[in-house]
């Protein structure tokens, strides 16, 4: 079966500074990765996803993760954060099946705090 | 992508009772899943909910106390039944588009039960 594990269960930046989100996975099989992001009160938005190719993935936001398969790691980046990044941050592994990934796996979550 | 919304946003329940949760997306959808997100924690795989025929339920989790309808390709019900205080959760559903391979979130029905 597989898991993910978000090392950091709080992470305080201050704005404009850089960002790195940890996220290791494990898995039997080729993965389908994918970042998710909760802002207060809402659903889980989309970042990004992987699924072949090119390990370092472009997302919606500025963000980018880059998936590494020696380390079993799939790390989001930000080069400048803004005050509006502040929200909840989860990782999530899927099965790869016929669709790609009816088991989703997520993470516990990162809690990111941007101070001024 | 689509607009996928949830009935209602949030509701405050007495135990013993049930709520009914709607999913509907504006869009063709392969796939429709219900998840559960405990306060302060991370989001479990109740079921996936299959068209016209009984939704697929994950370990803990069984079909007396979560019944799943899903008449249709973009409409699905979550019901959580004889509510306790411990089913006090946001409960999210989720679809795969059809021609994609990733899940897109509903904005969550936060359910309080008293």
Not at chain 1, 42 to 66: H, N, P, R, W
Not at chain 2, 21 to 47: E, N
Not at chain 2, 100 to 105: K, L, R, S, V, W
Request: proline residues 5%; aromatic residues 12%; neutral net charge.
């Amino acid at each position: 079966a597989q898991s993910v594990t978000q090392p950091d269960i709080h992470i305080t930046v201050s704005e404009g500074a850089s960002l790195e989100l940890r996220c290791n996975y494990s898995y039997g099989a080729t993965p389908y990765l994918f970042w998710y992001v909760q802002s207060p009160g809402q659903g889980l938005q989309l970042l990004l996803k992987y699924f072949s190719g090119d390990t370092l993935v472009q997302g919606i936001k500025g963000f980018e993760a880059e998936f590494k398969r020696s380390q079993s790691s799939f790390n989001l980046r930000k080069p400048s954060v803004h005050w509006s990044d502040a929200a909840e941050y989860f990782c999530a592994v899927g099965a790869s099946t016929n669709f790609g990934n009816e088991k989703l796996t997520f993470g516990t979550g990162t809690r990111l705090t941007i101070i001024p | 992508s689509a607009v996928i919304s949830q009935k209602p946003s949030r509701d405050i329940c007495q135990r013993g009772t049930s709520l009914t949760i709607q999913c509907q997306v504006d869009s063709q959808v392969t796939m429709m899943f219900w998840y559960r997100q405990q306060p302060g924690q991370s989001l479990t795989l109740i079921a996936t909910a299959n068209q016209g025929s009984e939704a697929t339920y994950e370990s803990g989790f069984v079909i007396d106390k979560f019944p799943i309808s899903r008449p249709n390709l973009t409409f699905s019900t979550l019901t959580v039944s004889n509510m306790s205080p411990e089913d006090s959760s946001i409960y999210l559903c989720s679809v795969i588009l059809a021609g994609a391979y990733e899940q897109y979130f509903g904005p969550g029905t936060r359910l309080t039960v008293t």
